[in-house]
């Protein structure tokens, strides 16, 4: 077969090996980051599961891990609101037709047996774990110690899954130690505090994990391998948890008994640093996977923590930093990654830019979705899909933010003839300005704006900049388009603050994120939501004094869940006061005043005040448009302010049904 | 209270005692019985810890000092571990925001929290303003 230019590429990625006695066609392991939460309660498979794995199974991985399955009929392993079961042959048929998508596409398929103990029972009330340590995330359950009959029984029902994998078509299995489920909190000082052979010295911590590889292992046979993932680092040592030399001798423990695999993970849920958000740099745990290579060199590595890039992976490959590239959230961003890579096409990935909206939603037991990837969770459904137009039309989009752009490549794809207007000089809308101040990792969001240049020219999507649609501009179009679409963001409701009594004094925090607006040195900041603390932070940094005030109680209220603790945490850092509570009385030129919720009257010194909350859609253009286009719709800020990843879905979804 | 069973570096109940007073608004609405835990992190392991305890009582809370016997037999809904440092903060009177200190020690993880009870237990004990305060609603979750 001829090879891709790609593949010539990214030699290392596309090689061809072997692995426990399997071919494998390139150096790709699909993890199994995430649980979809796409399933019933009690564990059976649904459509639109079976409709989400069949383009996992198409994304071309050599090897593809299916999300991790709970083995006993309690659901004491049960993490996730709907998480898969396979505790009895009645799940079998439906990861048959899972192993069988992913043979017809191609790759090796490994059923993860997921037991997440200390995050575990999600139905019950309580988890179970070697000792009683309480949780110190209150989402989780209180625990209960797991007996030594209880050990027994579970290994057995690990054992009991594999096999029912095994006989549903699986190659292998695969059991993680991924940060705290029950195989991690036997292994780990900070949750094991057992004075029985399970634990104390980290032989009798490890034999919990050496006892669960010898039993699949016996009940799969010797054709089947078993990955393990075990954590390179756990993050936890500061409370007693094992430290990186403890991590590496389970690993190793792991492979002296027979592990096909290990693949190492990073962290814990209750770790105090990020180990996978955007504000961990790309790369920055491959050390941990050098480790574990020099350690075992016989032994496979997998390995993709927080190394979203395959040029940055073949390289690792190409030193023999590991063997396999881990990849996860990445193909949930873009299950064409892989392709495009060989294609040589990855100007048209759409990456993973680290919000964790996925793990937010999982948290609040809701199925996971991704910002970049809105038909994630949705590929069953048509109405999510790009299908040939029955019309084809003429659409006219104001705006080229992420929610025009979105709509504009979805419509595009679809055979409509589309022209965007854009009243700025360059595509991404005020995602530009905010990505040029994001402390985590800028080039991340940066990212979302290049795609869009990028697509617009492949597509030959005509994007007319520095043009503004306004009454005359419709007039000169008119009759020249069958739909228009408003993608024009959102503004600050100036009339919501008092009118400032200098001119100059109050500006709007997108006019200084995208430069257009200088501030001075004193610098308060009006909104503590994503725009003003992204904007606060970035100034702070850059040398002014800058003061936050927010009318709610708290800050970062329009924040996602797993990324408010860093803003917060931003916001101590670089110690900016943050003034909460608080109505904005008086803009004038010595300050800015505020009263808060005592009555109690604070002036700010202000040079420059940023305008940053409260959000209105810009709208004028629908009463304009309303007579003068067949069709008139609006997507994204425009129609309710809420951010990136409302924008991107709903320009998508627009754009499917035009 | 036995004045001997304090820990090291003990610090006074009327120092705890004035810090909850000032603070009494973040503690109203716990119910009687409802208990806070506080434990110097270098006693943990030791089989004669004590640790310190904030009870409401219905007539406000109060501080006390009480053996650790162990997560099981604690009977706190919640525990602090942290260090003497951040104890020596947090009691010291001149400090206009303790309880700032400590929510930013526990976001950093300097101070561990064990959330000994379920979220809805705590909830229903009436424990709703002192962790929304402490910042508690969604922390951590795989970052």
Redesign the interface.
Known sequence: MTQRPGETQLPHLFQPVTWAGFAVKNRVKYGACCVSNYNTRDGFITERELARTKVIAGTGCGIITNQGAYPDPLGEGKAYFSQVALFDDKFIPQFEKIAGYIHDGGGIAIQQILHAGRYGGIDL?YCIQPS????????F??PREITKEQIRETIEQHAEAAKRAIKAGFDGTEITSF?GYLLATFNSKFTNRRTDEYGGSIANRGRFMRELIYAIKAATGGAHPLVVRLNGAELMD??GGNDEDECYELIQQAAECGADMVSITVGW????D????RDVPPGHWNRLAVRAKQLLPDTPVAFGTRLPDPIMADRCLAEGQFDFWEVCRPLLADPDLVKKAAEARLDEVKRCIGQ?NC?SRL?RDLPYTCTMNPALGHEVEPEYQITPAAVRKKIMIVGAGPAGMECAIAATRRGHHVVVYERGERIGGSLLGYAAHDLAHKDDLASVVEYYRVMATKLGIEVRLGTAVDPKMMRSVLHQFDVAVVAAGARVDLQALPAPEEEGLLVEAIDVALGTRQHGRRVVVLGGGKVGLTLAESLKTSGAEVVVVERER?IAGDVM??W???H??WI?ELEIPTMTGCRVTRIAKDGVTVIDGKGRETTLPADTVIAASPARGNQELFAELEWSIDELHGCGDAMVPRGLTQAIHDGYRLGCRL | MDANAEPRAALDIAGWQALLDRHAAIFAGMLPGSRIGLLPEEDFESPSAMMLVWEATGNGIVADYRPFPGFEEAEVDLLFVADGETLGRLHDRANPAPLADLKRKVRRRETLLYVVKPRAALLELGYEEFLDSMGLAFMGACR
């Open positions: 009330g009683v340590v309480p949780q110190t995330l209150p989402h359950r209180p940060m500061r409370w849920q209750e770790a105090p990020s180990s996978i958000g964790l793990l948290f708290r869940p797993t408010k603790w860093r917060s945490a101590e």
